[in-house]
């Protein structure tokens, strides 16, 4: 089947979604809007989809989002140092939604946001070298947050929960992919056995530390939480367990977004264009087994013939990019034409052990629905 594309030149005249997010039963979905600091909730009508809600209570750039798939809870985060949870009065039903502030307590910018499985609470990685980890107080009904702290050294750029919900996975520019004991007695009680990962610790212990060699985009557990993925600005493509890293170079430009889509499979997007399917191998590394996108090229690669050959790639990849000159535009054959930033499963058992269909946005504006081969 062909990709089926949302968005683009009609609807947001290629205004850049830097993430996108469905709601549970893939109805509606929700992505920034061109003007900063809004949201848009749109509902899937036939192959279009129509806003019916517009949420602006940020005053800077929209980085993350999700929507819980147990309490229909949506929350955003922002480059303003703000994180809020909506909530509509009928859910549904295109009402009105209603925003509570996060006490985030932390003085730069907000760069991703997940709920965890239970949605009891949800992590928010920021630019202070914290991830805060936030609940509701319901005495007072409003969220705050709890600080996990050391040994983070860098912005954290991405995270993911372990499917218990009590563990959480961060990445950061410090090129570390690290796990940490994230269980909140306030909300959830203390698990009764540790899980693959180590022991029980208390709240902000690190587990786990591993170098992705270079800065990291992604990163994800598996579907039973035995083991993770990342990606990285080296080009690589990680594939973690308990008690080791392998890392696997691609010939590709760096990955931003990935997402399991099988116990064995990730498919991983970023600065190609396209967004590329990759499967365990005998030695525990990620090998490319295939791509999404059936218009794209073999000329997205960069050649072997040294540095000379890779500016030459790089500075053409801009071009086509933003529309340059001297026929580049050409060359570029893929449907996203500008860099993949999220990936979501749009069908599939919704707990990444498998996936039929993905959506990806992209710089370009555009959302695209992908069958996985």
């Known amino acids: 089947m062909a990709p089926v594309v949302y968005f683009g030149d009609s609807q947001f005249g290629k205004a850049p979604l830097s993430c996108h997010v469905w709601n549970a039963d893939k ?34 750039k929209v980085t993350g989002l999700d929507w819980c798939p147990v309490t229909h809870r949506l929350v955003t985060c922002s480059s303003d140092r703000n994180a809020f949870v909506w909530v509509e009065e009928r859910p549904g039903g295109g009402g009105v939604w209603r925003p509570t502030l996060v006490l985030l307590r932390v003085n730069r910018a907000c760069t991703c946001v997940r709920w965890s499985p239970s949605g009891q609470k949800f992590a928010v990685g920021t630019g202070s070298r914290v991830v805060a980890v936030c609940y509701l107080d319901v005495a007072n009904n409003f969220w705050v947050s709890k600080h996990i702290k050391k040994p983070i050294r860098s912005t954290i750029t991405c995270l993911d929960w372990h499917p218990s919900g009590h563990l959480l996975l961060t990445g950061g520019t410090d090129c570390r992919v690290r796990v940490f004991s994230a269980t909140v007695l306030e909300v959830e009680k203390k698990p009764e056995s540790g ?11 690190i587990l786990a530390e591993f170098d992705a060699e270079g800065w990291v985009h992604a990163v994800a557990f598996n579907h039973n939480g035995s083991a993770a993925a990342a990606v990285s600005h080296g080009s690589v493509v990680s ?14 430009l760096p990955f931003v977004a990935l997402l399991w889509v099988g116990p064995s499979r990730v498919v991983c997007g970023g600065f190609d264009f396209v967004p590329v399917l990759f ?22 690669k960069v050649s072997t013939g040294g540095a000379a050959n890779a500016r030459d790639f790089f500075v053409k990849t801009v071009d086509r990019a ?25 069908a599939g058992d919704g707990r990444r052990a498998a996936a039929d269909r993905v959506s990806t946005s992209g710089l370009d504006g555009k959302v695209v629905v992908w069958d996985v081969k």
Not at 239 to 252: C, E
Not at 279 to 300: A, I, R, V
């Open 27 to 60: 109805t509606r979905l929700a992505a920034p809007l061109g003007d900063i600091g809004k949201v848009g909730v749109f509902k899937l009508t036939g192959n279009k989809l129509v806003l019916q809600s517009t949420l602006s209570e940020h005053t800077g």
């Open 279 to 300: 499967t365990l191998d005998g030695s525990g590394g990620f090998t490319e087994t295939g791509c999404l996108d059936s218009l794209s090229g073999t000329g997205q």
């Open 195 to 205: 899980s693959g990962w180590g022991a029980v610790r208390p709240f902000g212990n």
């Open 239 to 252: 594939h973690i367990t308990p008690d080791k890293v392998t890392n696997s170079p691609s010939a590709r």
């Open 322 to 346: 933003e529309g340059g000159g001297g026929g580049s535009t050409d060359l570029l054959k893929s449907v996203h034409r500008n860099v993949i930033t999220s990936i979501h499963c749009v």
